[in-house]
T-cell receptor, first 114, second 113 residues
């Protein structure tokens, strides 16, 4: 079972709203990731959590705030987003945080900022 | 500077024939390579991977070849099926940089019945 579950699948939010994207995996993986993908572009890394601690932040604006409540859950809190933040947000996980661990992606959450 | 490049944005192949997708990289520190398939409106699905200590890895219809000296890898799909039509991303990671994937730009494969 290589399932990463993301909710919601679609989200429309205004620029003054606060919303959250949620991600869950039950594979016992200890590393979890947020990626962002714009149309016709490859996924771009945003954050990496390793053993529930934030290990990598790829200079993401503070209007995106990640949270890892436990080893199975990963949230992305959204506040005061801009229309250009509209994209597919992908959660992923891997057994460990080192290279050589296959990263498995969820189906993504489509975010539209109006 | 793109460290992982897929120079063919699209590829069209007849059903039953071989599909060959290519990927080039520039970072000599990359030591783990993966291929993902992506359908529209879905997340990338892991297909196959290869470590830099190998030059070939096979899984069913999918084979990945790695040429370290040329910094080139390729994905072979034999025989190609219409259901293989999707965007294929090559990705790489370096052992000294955690498990951060660098993706190529993707190749859209169309398998014609």
């Amino acid at each position: 079972d290589t399932e990463v579950t993301q909710t919601p699948k679609h989200l429309v939010m205004g620029m003054t709203n606060k919303k959250s994207l949620k991600c869950e995996q039950h594979m016992g993986h200890r590393a979890m990731y947020w990626y962002k993908q714009k149309a016709k572009k490859p996924p771009e890394l945003m954050f990496v959590y390793s053993y529930e601690k934030l290990s990598i932040n790829e200079s993401v604006p503070s209007r995106f705030s990640p949270e890892c409540p436990n080893s199975s859950l990963l949230n992305l809190h959204l506040h005061a987003l801009q229309p250009e933040d509209s994209a597919l947000y992908l959660c992923a996980s891997s057994q460990g945080g080192l290279a050589g661990n296959t990263i498995y992606f969820g189906e993504g959450s489509w975010l539209t900022v109006v | 500077d793109q460290q992982v490049k897929q120079n063919s944005p699209s590829l069209s192949v007849q059903e039953g024939r071989i599909s060959i997708l290519n990927c080039d990289y520039t970072n000599s520190m990359f030591d783990y390579f993966l291929w993902y398939k992506k359908y529209p409106a879905e997340g990338p699905t892991f297909l196959i991977s290869i470590s830099s200590i190998k030059d070939k890895n096979e899984d069913g219809r999918f084979t990945v070849f790695l040429n370290k000296s040329a910094k080139h890898l390729s994905l072979h799909i034999v025989p190609s099926q219409p259901g293989d039509s999707a965007v294929y991303f090559c990705a790489a990671s370096a052992n000294n940089a955690g498990n951060m994937l660098t993706f190529g730009g993707g190749t859209r494969l169309m398998v014609k019945p």
